[in-house]
Structure formats: C-alpha cells, structure tokens
C-alpha cells in the first residue's frame, strides 16, 4: 500500500520530469493562448494538459511517447480551434459564449442574472471588489466570456481628506 518497490518511484521521476519537460516545450511553442483563461473550452483543455501528465506520470501502461503524443493532439486541437474562431465568427460563436450584461445604471438585469445563474450576493461581491458600495454605485457589470465579472463604478463626488 505505501511501497511497491523502487522501480515504480524511478520510472515516476524520469518519465516525469521528461514529460513535465516536453510539456513545457510544446507550451512555448504553441504560444500563451494554449494556457489562456478566455473561455470554457481553453479551460477544458487546461484540464486535459493536466490530466495527461498525471496518466503519464502514475500509469505505467501508459508510454512517455504515447504521452507527448496527446500533448501535441491537444495543443493542436487548441490551436485549430482558435485559428477557426478568430477567421469565422459563425464558429467563433459555436465554441465561445458571449459577455451578458447584468447590471445598467445602478440595477439588475434580471433576466440575464437568471439565464447566466448568478446571484444578487455573488454579483455584489463583484461590485464591493471593485469598490461600489451598493449596486446604485454600479454603471455597468458584465459577466465576461472567460467567468469573471467586470464591474463600471460611479465616480461619486467624495468629500476631500486631510492629508
């Protein structure tokens, strides 16, 4: 349960770091979009870089070359997917969701807020990050295609503080 024996743990650590090393390589190589927080199917791909260096680091059955093979099968998946959606917006549509509007001049938009399931709390929370103190304080709050919130706050005349 604790210990096999000592070729497991040296198989692990060389096939590892050659396979943490490849995947570094292939990253730079295939630019800052493959790891890039813009959308959910960038997100689904993080998570299958990620899943593959574990299956290739613990599983045995599975080959290191095996490994760097599903590394470059998913960064070029990647890379044809964004190729795509930058040249078609038709298919840019298919495989990006687009930002929703969930707050305009200090209220809610209530029909966005339900179809993009967020709540008032998790959307004040976004707006008290950026500094409003109530949602009258908000201009604008949209739900951006990557998951984040982004939040316009009215400048407010402020009393003047003593320096």
């Not at 099968?73 to 840019?92: D, K, M, N, W």
């Amino acid at each position: 349960m604790f210990f096999q024996d000592w070729q497991g743990i040296v198989r692990t650590i060389i096939v590892g770091a050659l396979a943490y090393a490849l995947l570094v390589l292939f990253l730079r190589v295939s630019g800052k979009r493959t790891l890039a927080k813009l959308n959910a199917f960038d997100l689904v791909v993080t998570v299958a870089l990620g899943s593959t260096l574990s299956a290739v680091l613990l599983q045995e059955s599975i080959a290191l070359g095996e490994g760097a093979a599903a590394f470059v099968l998913l960064i070029l998946l990647q890379y044809s997917v964004t190729f795509l959606s930058v040249r078609s917006a038709r298919f840019a549509r298919l495989v990006r969701s687009e930002p929703a509007l969930l707050a305009r001049d200090g209220r809610f938009c209530s029909g966005a807020m339900v179809a993009e399931r967020i709540t008032e709390d998790e959307a004040m929370s976004a707006a008290r990050a950026s500094g409003a103190r109530d949602i009258r304080d908000v201009d604008f709050m949209i739900l951006e295609s990557d998951g984040t919130i982004s939040v316009g706050v009215t400048e407010r005349d402020r009393p003047l503080t003593d320096r």
